[in-house]
């Protein structure tokens, strides 16, 4: 009963995912719910570390590219099979985290963030420079992701991947947060030096969850690569980095749900807003300032606080 | 062999030698003072010994093993815990998760059995959740266990800081000013609290600035002034010390 009670909200999802091919009229409409889908990984990820372990990343799109860009040249240019690929992208996409981590978290705040945007920043440069092997900023083709002989392709197909994949995701973070290593990780958001004195050896949480989130990130690029069938440079520029911490603040800060929202809402925006034709930019901007002045804990932690009071907000 | 012996440690910031040439023993069992004037550097002892800072010279030893410069984690590992001056509660979370931060070091932290959630995780954190629960009504904070720790007075902080360290299970606890900003009350309150823990065998070093507390309970006393060691003896020894009444009241000279 206890655990049912703890996943009501992974129900509910669930739910949606299984009904929403009855009410999705077009495969425009499938493409919408998969790149949600996707973004909803990566930001859930991306969740995990600024949210729940109050640290920060302006340059996660860079993880996202080395999937992405792992899963283009690997098959094309050296006839790798697609999913060693793509583990290949995130191991390379981990590697790189657990190197660069150990000296960045040694900063804190601006200066943290300063260094993780020069990180994602670097990764965007190699790619749209190594010409030769990711065809600059023109981009590259794909090839499509089989397994056992059997092809992924359409959105259909791509759907229910990717719908169990969110499922899968969010059951897993949310049994992360709630383990000792969840507790440890937002204990050091609360009080570095409290959790460091009760056992916790803090950069090495640090370090763990930001290779997790940037595994996450690439698994998702190389998802989106084999998905879309072509990748550019823009996948790992900064402006999708900040594009992703967005949807983190918008959705709420160590909300897992919110991270759904988050995803949800400013995949969906500029495609609803697109009949503003020439304004979308500026309404998409305001949309932004305005959630933030009047939901400054994003929108999800908001909303729960209005239904219920003095109860764990990390729903 | 004393459990904590601190030999002739110092620190120093920049030009200013917070602690000088500081040594003593803290025998297993008791409950040891440190006391002394605003600035006298009792919290910078604090902060060497349990690892937050690192000495300049000296060393210190728990258990016969040098432990100068390990870094807090580590110390933890060994059975040390402390209580801050000013509050570190963690903010973003329920009281009752709070104390269940202390036992950190008991539990399985294994991420990937965390995220696929082995059964073995989610039983011992039910466990946890009675220890913790209990360790909350030790400390007096029973009626306080679901509430979020933002919501809670200064006074519950402070104990739920106690419950969190003994949630570690320790050996030497370090209780940094348990009594600042409480009323006459809560004081006696936490008075007895310390000596509760004292009887559950965890040995205490307390830094506190409310006298009557520290004589009431005081097995040993060491006194600083600026710095370096004034004197250090029972409480009836240190109160008839004629430095010690100097450097609180001013000597007559």
Redesign the interface.
Known sequence: MKSLKRHYALMILGAVLLLLPLVLPNNYYYDIAIRMAINAIIVLGLNLLIGFAGQISLGHAGFVGIGAYASAILPTYFGWHPILAMAAGSAIASAIAAIVARPIFRLKGHYLAMATLGLGMIIAMVIKNEGTYTGGPDGMSVAALGLMGFEISGEKQWYWVLAATLVFSFWAARNLIDSPFGRALRALHGSEVASQVMGVDVVRYKVAIFVLSAFFASLMGSVTAHYIGFVTPNIADFFHSIELVTMVVIGGMASIYGSLIGAVLLTALPQALSTFEGWETVAFGSILMLSMIFMPKGLVPTLAARFRRNERDDL | MALLEVDNLSKVFGGVTAVQNVSFAVDRGLVYSVIGPNGAGKTTLFNLI?G?YTPTTGDIRLDGQSIAGT???A???KGM??T?QNL???????AL??V???A??Q?????V?????FPG??RR?DRLKDEARELMGFVGLTSYW???AS?MPYGALKRL?IA??LA?KPQILFLDEPAAGLNSKETAEIDELVRKVADNDVTVVLVEHDMKMVMNISDRILVLDYGKKLTEGTAKEVRENPDVIAAYLGSSV
């Open positions: 349990t937050i870094a807090p984690h110390l933890a590992l815990a402390r801050f570190q509660i963690c903010m973003n979370m329920t998760e709070n269940m931060v202390g950190h070091l539990l399985d932290r294994n991420l059995k965390a995220m696929l959630r995780i989610a954190d679901n509430r979020a919501s800081e969190r360290a570690a």
